[in-house]
């Protein structure tokens, strides 16, 4: 029994004597870290004094917000006209559609309009790249086509302001996309 007794009056009963006992390493460590210092030799320690300081400046310290781009001048002359329509070649008994694109039509409606068959357009659309040039047509673009004699859909181009997006010729039952200047 007095075992006991001996137990808890080590045990602090206060809070401040619970936060002692619980600091209790962390104050020990810097009385440790005192003398330590205390045996460091002069010079060392005033280097030290110095150099920290220095150190966290160096390692907080901000450069200065980098200088505004000066002007771009100069001046580039650029057409706005519209480019003079490419020459296209077009096979013997075939006929040549030029058409701008306007607000609610589409290639589908189109095709259908001027009696073109379904099947090349859906060739057109497996030819397609994955940037889908011929599926987001817009206002104002110009299509060109060539149609061959026997109704069939030849050549088909899109231009925007006389600039070509895209072209597909017909090769056999399928397009391909055309590389051109």
């Not at 917000?65 to 329509?85: D, F, M, R």
């Not at 060539?146 to 899109?158: A, R």
């Amino acid at each position: 029994m007095s075992r006991r007794k001996s137990m808890k009056r080590n045990q602090p009963h206060t809070v401040g004597g619970k936060f002692n006992q619980a600091t209790l390493p962390f104050r020990q460590g810097i009385g440790r870290g005192i003398e330590k210092w205390q045996q460091v030799p002069k010079p060392h320690k005033l280097g030290l004094l110095i150099l920290t300081p220095l150190w966290l400046g160096l390692f907080l310290w901000q450069p200065a917000p980098a200088l505004e781009a000066a002007p771009v001048t100069g001046s580039l002359n650029l057409s706005l006209e519209p480019k003079v329509s490419r020459e296209i070649d077009i096979p013997l008994g075939a006929k040549r559609i030029d058409h701008t694109l306007m607000q609610g039509e589409t290639l589908a409606a189109l095709f259908r309009q001027w009696q073109l068959p379904g099947s090349d357009l859906i060739a057109l659309v497996r030819a397609e790249p994955s940037y889908k040039p011929l599926s987001q047509v817009r206002v104002g673009q110009a299509l060109t086509l060539v149609v061959n004699k026997e109704g069939q859909l030849h050549y088909i181009e899109v231009t925007d302001n006389g600039l070509l997006i895209t072209a597909f010729r017909r090769l056999g039952q399928e397009f391909a996309l055309v590389n051109t200047p």
